[in-house]
Each structure stands twice: as structure tokens, then as C-alpha cells.
């Protein structure tokens, strides 16, 4: 239990100090030192004496406890920097669950251990990390630093520390960067636009800033000088800049993730970031092949004069694209005429066709055989075939009458047995009896 508190503000001349005393009867906690950056800035303590009261039960002198604090030095942060705070302590009793925890709570910033178990009288050390973000602004803070128990602690278990947050001397950030292509997508064999922001955040002037974007997987790179960044209190200058690049995708590039690369530098700072971004890969045309397979019924026949024959082809388109076929033949001046059927047609991919040449062999022709040539076009090629036809001579013997010549004869036929009936009817006439 706190039995008095006295608390008191102390300036000496030999540095600051920031003091506070008072008195418990069992503090938890009795010795307690913060370090900002391995430098001693808040010092805890309490320490058992003897007062003259005595306990009325058994008139033992009465034990007491002087609890004092003292802030040694106002410690300097720096944005876009960690400061490493480390907490050492001495604890009277045996403790469970204990965390340390370090917080700036006006900006959010906070930073706490794992919970672990504290016996009487040994000392443990904590280190901590809190991350000072770089949008913070510059001014005076309080740094709370507790020990955390199942029950608030006693004794010089909390310490809140005075501090101070500034700008780098020198400190430039890459704020944004943005990679975009003008078309739906970045693709191989297009054009690739890189957007780069830079903001120089230190308290001097950043003198001759080069900023140099690179695509290492693609061996893609381009160094730009950005020139100077004023500092923050400069209102006549600009203290942010903002540059576009330009790159050239390969064609050969595969398709995936890759990774661009920013930095921004001078001679006395480098700054990097790295974004990700995505290549559209060419869509490969698929391999286009041409194959038609001409099968002939048969590339030699027998034809009389006078008479014709058919000369059958079966097309089949076996490649992956429509072909237009156009067929036709050579070679029959003189002594045939030709019909083909069909003569032109487009074949998709996998259908069949079938083509008849039929040739008609003039009555005058000359007995043999002759040879005249099919030809097949499609794309750009040219399929060629060799035909023979056999002329021979008409057979001579019994030529079957058609319908027409049939019913004459049977017609003239009937009449000659008509008139021979007749005639033999009328011959058979019954001679005129004579009397005497």
C-alpha cells in the first residue's frame, strides 16, 4: 500500500532530472532501470527502513519502504528508425505472467514480451524494439514503460519517459511507384512505364538524388538524375519529384511475376523498394500444318470409242487448316472431252472428298493408249497425276435393241402375220355350186 506520496521536479546543474518519492509497505518491484539505445535514461528504486511506528500485536518496529524515480536524460529518436529499449529489474516476490511493454500511445506505437514467470530477489533483463514510422511528427513525447502482472505491481514497476522525435539530418523515400502499360495488360513486345515519387524527408537539403530503376530477370535497367530535393522548411523549392520510365519488353520474355527494383541515392544515402508485377507471355500461333492425301480408284483404264469412263479420287485433308482445292486435267486435246466433279471446293481439317473425272473418248480417236494429266492445287502446292486411258475399237456382234426399236419389230411383225392371214383366208373362199 502506498502510505505518501511526494512528488517533486529537480533541475541540477549538472544535467536534467525528473524526480519523484514516495513510500509503500511491500512493493513487488524494488529496482528498476530503462535504456533508450544502450544509454541509462530513467532509474527506479526502493529501499527498506525502519520507522518508530511498531505493529500493535506483537510491538516489532514497523518496516517501510522510500520508492524514488528519476528520468536522467531526455532521449532523441530519429523517424523511419527503430529505437531498441531495454528494461532491468529486481522483483521481491515471486511473480507469474509477468510482460514488459513499452508504448508511445498518443502516436500507437507499442512493443511488449512474451509473458514469463519472476522469482524473489533475482534480476532479468527485456529488450524491446518499437518502430518510429517515418510519418511521424517531429515534437516532444512520453515514453510509458510497465511491468504487467495477473494484478497491477507495486513499487517502481511503471516509468514515463520524456522524449524527443526529429527528422533525420539526411533522409530521402521512395513514396510510390507505379508499373502500368497503356494496353490491358503488360505484355512481351510492348512497352513498359515505370512511375517513381521521391520525397526527401531529412532536415538538410538532398543534393544530386539519382533515382535508378532495374529488372534484373530481364537485364533491364536505366539511371536517371532526379537533381536536388530541398528540405522541408523550404517553401520555395519542391521537396518531392516525380520521374517516368520507359522500357522496352523482349518478345522472348516468359510469361510470370517479376520483380522491379527503385533506387534513390546520393552521395550520402541509398533508399531502395521493390514492387512485383506481371508480363502477359505472346500467345504462341499454333503450328500449322498442310497434308492432303489423294487416293486414285485406279490410274489406268480401257474406253472404246465412241464411249466414257470415270477416274475416281478420294481427298482427305489430314493438316489443321481448310485447304481450297481446284482440280484439273491436260493432255485430252484431240482425242477426248473431260467432266469434272466437283471442281473446286474448300476441305476443313479431317473431311473427305471425293472427285470423278470422266472423260468422253471421240469416235475418231486413235486406237492405244493414251496418257493425260490430273492436277490437284491446294495452298500452294500442286499435286500431279498420271492417267492412261486404253482407246480400243466398238466390239462387233449382237447389239441389243433398246424398248422402242423391240415394239416396232414386234409391231411389223403382227402385220405381216395379219396380212399373211388374210390372205390365206380369202385363198380358202368356198367355190358357187353349179346344177345341171
Request: glycine letters at 4%; charged letters at 25%.
Amino acid at each position: 500500500l502506498v502510505l505518501a506520496v511526494l512528488a517533486a521536479l529537480l533541475t541540477l546543474t549538472s544535467g536534467f532530472v525528473r524526480a519523484e518519492q514516495w513510500q509503500e509497505v511491500s512493493p513487488e518491484i524494488t529496482e528498476m532501470e530503462v535504456l533508450v539505445n544502450d544509454i541509462t535514461v530513467w532509474h527506479g528504486i526502493c529501499t527498506q527502513i525502519e520507522t518508530n511506528e511498531t505493529n500493535e500485536t506483537d510491538a516489532v518496529p514497523f518496516l517501510s519502504w522510500n520508492c524514488s524515480t528519476e528520468q536522467l536524460a531526455i532521449p532523441a529518436l530519429e523517424r523511419a528508425k527503430e529505437a531498441n529499449i531495454k528494461v532491468i529489474f529486481t522483483a521481491a516476490n515471486d511473480l507469474e505472467k509477468v510482460k514488459v511493454r513499452a508504448t508511445i500511445a498518443s502516436e500507437d506505437i507499442e512493443a511488449k514480451t512474451e509473458s514469463f514467470d519472476v522469482f524473489a530477489g533475482r534480476t532479468y533483463t527485456k529488450e524491446l524494439s518499437l518502430e518510429i514510422p517515418k510519418t511521424t511528427e517531429e515534437g516532444t513525447y512520453t515514453l510509458y514503460v510497465a511491468l504487467e502482472g495477473k494484478k497491477e505491481l507495486d513499487g517502481v514497476s511503471k516509468a514515463n519517459i520524456e522524449l524527443e522525435i526529429q527528422r533525420l539530418t539526411y533522409s530521402i523515400e521512395i513514396i510510390d511507384v507505379e508499373v502500368y502499360s497503356y494496353g490491358t495488360a503488360i505484355e512481351a513486345g510492348s512497352k513498359m512505364y515505370v512511375d517513381v515519387v521521391v520525397k526527401n524527408r531529412g532536415n538538410y537539403e538532398a543534393e544530386d538524388v539519382y533515382v535508378n530503376v532495374n529488372v534484373k530477370e530481364l537485364g533491364l535497367s536505366r539511371t536517371i538524375y532526379l537533381g536536388d530535393l530541398a528540405a522541408k522548411d523550404n517553401e520555395e523549392e519542391e521537396d518531392t519529384k516525380r520521374i517516368t520510365v520507359t522500357f522496352n519488353i523482349p518478345e522472348s520474355v516468359e510469361e510470370g511475376n517479376y520483380v522491379l527494383e527503385v533506387k534513390a541515392y546520393n552521395a550520402r544515402i541509398e533508399v531502395t523498394k521493390k514492387v512485383s508485377f506481371f508480363v502477359k507471355g505472346i500467345e504462341e500461333a499454333p503450328v500449322v500444318t498442310t497434308e492432303l492425301v489423294i487416293e486414285p480408284d485406279s490410274l489406268e483404264k480401257e474406253v472404246e470409242k465412241g464411249k466414257g469412263t470415270a477416274y475416281t479420287f478420294t481427298l482427305i485433308n489430314k493438316g489443321n487448316k481448310p485447304l481450297e482445292v481446284s482440280v484439273s486435267i491436260k493432255g485430252i486435246e484431240g482425242w477426248a472431252t473431260a467432266e469434272i466433279t466437283p471442281e473446286s471446293f474448300v476441305l476443313e481439317p479431317s473431311e473427305k472428298e471425293t472427285v470423278s473425272i470422266y472423260i468422253n473418248v471421240d469416235e475418231n480417236a486413235v486406237t492405244g493408249k493414251h496418257i493425260f494429266t490430273a492436277s490437284f492445287s491446294y495452298d500452294t502446292e500442286v499435286k500431279e497425276y498420271s492417267l492412261t486411258a486404253n482407246v480400243k475399237e466398238p466390239e462387233i456382234g449382237f447389239v441389243k435393241p433398246d424398248i422402242k426399236t423391240t415394239l416396232m419389230i414386234v409391231a411389223i411383225v403382227l402385220a405381216v402375220i395379219i396380212i399373211v392371214l388374210l390372205v390365206v383366208l380369202l385363198a380358202q373362199k368356198p367355190k358357187k355350186e353349179e346344177y345341171y
